[in-house]
């Protein structure tokens, strides 16, 4: 097993100080790695697992809920996370963070983090009124195509996204004509998927729109929050991700990710600007 | 028009500084004022519209998503918000805030923020996948109520919210079954309703769990990301909230915000704390 995401979003502790009111302020360096893009943009669920394992790290609790706001478009190379602990419970702890690539000697601020952190397994009473995303069997499934004629995107060699038959239909000019894509998530080298990973997971598939008469190219995401809602039990991730509100410029895509034992284990939901036709 | 929604949020820039990084620090003071709670705590859509308008004055643009993570309860009292401006765009503005209370020397992290604000008349193609959600007329709805015996909560008082004949059951032993709570939204002093306003809207209904076997209490929210989708036309606005995932002792609630042309107008997620029964 090459864990190839968790070298992927490797970050290293530099420093750390006490600067005022009882925040901690830890910095850690990263590298933006290739490979994990789409057209030279590193994919934002990408950037969110980097910022994201930072911040674990900086807090020593996993991700329980995590919203980024990104500010320009990344390419790849060295990334610093500035983390701000702005408060550590009993049961959560809050943090902020920065992240900021370098191109030379100027200083890029990409991506802005707000999350609070803790563990899942505190248990209390259930009521779930959704089943699980029907989906044919994996196997079943397409791969992921590229938007428009070329190769597909980088950041898909690295994963094993199969999409539910027809939701990949506006890859041969054939849109479902509905804002919803389908399918199974999982790593291609197999490696496990952890709270980091469901980051990522959350911004891993084609936008949904894709399926729609809008046009077909990058819609660059405003926000993103995921809420990570349990560890997943073994095997690839069912996937459902829906735009249901496309107006202003503006469009929501919200995603609910389920494990092999059917628990709902992440939900996303993105504000985008509508793409833009490639040009 | 006495405006009480405006009053009770507004804030006082006292302070402007240029730190570091290109970031620009806004101080404002404003006051969590008595009336906006329910059973002592200042309700958390109340809290966040004291927020949002710091930081709205602090960019000059209205929000367009705006994220919370509430770090503790807050009672009445002097508040200062401390906005720092990360990226000023020619499209949007992106900033983080904390809002931080006093008790004597002691000062409290309340909330911690982060938010993109922008106009939102930009305008582009539209899909649209669902219509307002179905509610009788204004007058044929019910009051809110109480969750428990006793009066109804302070902040109802200056509202005007309706609930969905049903919804309401709760209140008599009757709940739906369904984690579900329609209804109208409108101030009791008939002020209208702007993006500041809407931040108020996505918390100002009972939560949706009241209408399961759960308990009926306190469900503290942890997390509450509220998107502003257009400027409402003048009259109530038609709202629905839903938990659809409850376990591990959290549960989420998802708000959507139609005004009187039938446009979304807001929507909202909260990741919070499954209630615990009034003791």
Excluded: K
């Excluded at 911004?203 to 405003?222: H, M």
């Amino acid at each position: 097993m090459t864990e190839l995401f968790a070298d992927a979003t490797a970050v290293r502790r530099i420093s750390i100080s006490e600067p005022a009111d009882g925040a901690t302020v830890t910095t850690f360096i990263g590298e933006v790695q290739p490979g994990w893009d789409i057209g030279g943009n590193a994919n934002g669920g990408y950037l969110l697992a980097i910022a994201g394992r930072a911040m674990a790290d900086a807090v020593g609790r996993p991700p329980l809920t995590l919203t980024a706001h990104y500010l320009r478009p990344a390419g790849s190379g060295p990334c610093e996370v500035v983390v701000t602990t702005v408060r550590s419970g009993r049961r959560f702890a809050t943090a902020t963070a920065s992240l900021v690539m370098s191109d030379g000697d100027e200083r890029h601020l990409t991506m802005q983090l707000v999350g609070t952190f803790g563990e899942q397994s505190v248990g209390g009473p259930s009521h779930v009124s959704e089943q699980p995303v029907e989906i044919p069997a994996y196997d079943d499934c397409e791969f992921p195509p590229a938007a428009n004629e070329g190769p597909r995107p980088a950041i898909q060699e690295r994963l094993a996204v199969r999409i539910f038959p027809g939701d990949e239909g506006f890859r041969t000019g054939a849109p479902t004509g509905e804002a919803r894509i389908r399918g199974w998530f999982a790593f291609a080298d197999h490696a496990p998927i952890d709270a980091i990973g469901l980051l990522l997971v959350a911004d891993a598939f084609p936008p949904a729109v894709f399926n729609t008469q809008l046009p077909i190219g990058w819609a660059p995401t405003v926000e993103l929050t995921v809420h990570i809602r349990g560890v997943p039990a073994p095997g690839p991730l069912r996937c459902s991700f829906r735009s249901r509100f496309v107006h202003d410029g503006l469009l929501d895509e919200d995603g609910e990710i389920w494990d092999s034992a059917g628990v709902l284990v992440a939900q996303s939901r993105q504000l985008a600007l509508v793409p833009r036709p490639a040009s």
